[in-house]
Nanobody, 113 residues
Framework: QVQLVESGGGLAQAGGSLRLSCACS????????VGWYRQPPGKPREFLAR???????MYANSVKGRATISRDDAKNTVDLQMHDLKAEDTAIYYC???????WGQGTQVTVSS
């Protein structure tokens, strides 16, 4: 059974940094595209970053230069690090994997100014 479990959310300070982790189970993260999305309050879900099975990485323009996605094949996790946090980074952050369109339950990140 494929499962994605996000962790690392919480309250962060503007200008600070955070590290979110997506624990993958039921599949090897290096066999799928695993990505991070977020949904700010009252707004649609948006793409942030993804890493392919062969390690190809893509970032959304909104976080390019502030975000780093990485994969740990030994732990079967995909992490998202962000720095220089802004209030507009406040959102629920989701991990997803495809093919298969699997989603985690999300983790709340609140950035206070």
């Amino acid at each position: 059974q494929v499962q994605l479990v996000e962790s690392g959310g919480g309250l962060a300070q503007a200008g600070g940094s955070l590290r979110l982790s997506c624990a993958c189970s039921g599949f090897s993260a290096n066999t799928k595209i695993v990505g991070w999305y977020r949904q700010p309050p009252g707004k649609p879900r948006e793409f942030l970053a993804r890493i392919s099975d062969v390690g190809r990485i893509m970032y959304a323009n909104s976080v390019k230069g502030r975000a780093t996605i990485s994969r740990d094949d030994a732990k079967n996790t995909v992490d998202l690090q962000m720095h220089d946090l802004k209030a507009e980074d406040t959102a629920i952050y989701y991990c997803m994997a495809f093919p298969g369109d699997f989603w985690g339950q999300g983790t709340q990140v609140t950035v206070s100014s």
